[in-house]
């Protein structure tokens, strides 16, 4: 017998519980990075700005609470600088790594 869970009765996933040391962060982040969606990646920030508390990363940030909840919404465009503020508050560091198999250059066949 099969049994059936409504889809209302499942527990709301927050990914922010997940998020509590330095190694889960940065899986989480170089997953997301590995995707290739900008928003998601925005998105993700937002996530780990929350479990590190958005008060304190606004402060170290230089950059207003509200501005920083705004900044890091999925279907936000926010400035590279602003991206990289709030990688530095949160200890964060991105990191270029060559592609195994390189894109083709443009124009080349």
Do not use: N
């Not at 962060?25 to 780990?48: C, H, K």
């Amino acid at each position: 017998m099969v049994h059936k869970v409504k889809l209302q009765e499942l527990p709301d996933f927050d990914v922010t519980h997940y998020l509590g040391d330095e190694q889960a962060i940065a899986e989480y982040l170089t997953a997301v990075l590995e995707d290739g969606d900008p928003s998601l990646l925005v998105a993700a920030l937002g996530d780990i700005a929350r479990a590190r508390g958005m008060t304190d990363v606004a402060r170290a940030s230089g950059l207003a609470r509200e501005a920083l909840y705004k900044a890091l919404r999925a279907d936000s465009q926010p400035r590279f600088d602003t991206i990289l503020r709030v990688c530095r508050s949160l200890g964060i560091r991105l990191v270029a790594q060559p592609l195994a198999q390189p894109l083709a250059v443009l124009g080349e066949r």
